[in-house]
């Protein structure tokens, strides 16, 4: 039934008004929309984002929601560089009060079981773990199993840096910053000598990076079962 509710809100559409964004760094930016109270996800879900104010050639993007249901806002946060797409001209040209369309939530990367966790995160791939840390945060620890992000980032531009460091005071979960591919590859390899086949992984950033890890854990016994991966295809 869970996967037939998933399949089915796909075709649910909602117009969201725009509130405002703003940058989190020099070309990242953070993009604010109302909330129906009916609408809600799982944290790490992403919705199909439309454009409806203005013709354009793709009309159509999924983005993570960085937010979870009970903040009560729906943000996306994404790259805009100094030649951005129409879609990313049209996001930046959004007055308040104007609205987009966005179908779902959709999408199955998020945490399902009370298992040992690895988060991997690859630049703008934090977004679903910001949500998933928040909501865990949110609810409490009970009697969660550890759950480590590593947030790799070879500029050191980590987003929701101090944000991520105040949710990391919970017991149950620490937050390591990385800046290079060895030093996280250290610390893949001390999660699963740790917890073997009960670990989890969840990965989100570039292909290239979680191709190349997904590689790895599978060569070292990893179950492919217990690897998500929300590709982060880099568009503009």
Not at 143 to 165: R, T
Request: no cysteine; proline share 5%; hydrophobic share 35%.
């Amino acid at each position: 039934m869970n996967f037939l509710k998933d399949s089915l809100s796909i075709f649910k559409k909602r117009e969201i008004p725009f509130l405002e964004y703003y940058k989190e760094s020099e070309d990242v930016y953070t993009f604010l929309f109302e909330k129906e109270k009916d609408l809600t996800w799982k944290a790490g879900q992403h919705g199909l984002f439309n454009i409806t104010h203005k013709k354009i050639k793709n009309p159509t993007r999924p983005f993570t929601l960085v937010t979870t249901p009970s903040e009560d806002i729906v943000k996306i946060t994404t790259k805009i560089d100094e030649n951005p797409s129409e879609f990313k001209n049209a996001l930046l040209e959004l007055k308040q009060g104007m609205k987009v369309s966005m179908n779902g939530p959709v999408g199955g990367f998020y945490l399902k079981e009370n298992n040992p966790s690895l988060l991997i995160a690859g630049g703008i791939g934090i977004t679903p773990f910001r949500a998933m840390l928040k909501q865990i945060e949110e609810e409490g620890i009970g009697n969660q199993e550890p759950i480590q992000l590593l947030y790799l980032d070879s500029e050191k531009a980590f987003l929701f840096k101090d944000e991520l460091d105040s949710i990391a005071n919970n017991a149950s979960i620490t937050i390591t910053y990385i800046d290079s591919r060895d030093n996280l590859y250290q610390e893949i390899e001390r999660f699963s000598t740790l917890y073997n086949s009960k670990g989890k992984y969840l990965i989100a950033g570039p292909t290239s990076m979680i191709q190349s890890i997904s590689t790895y854990l599978q060569n070292n016994g990893t179950p492919k079962r217990n690897i998500k991966k929300d590709v982060f295809f880099g568009y503009k």
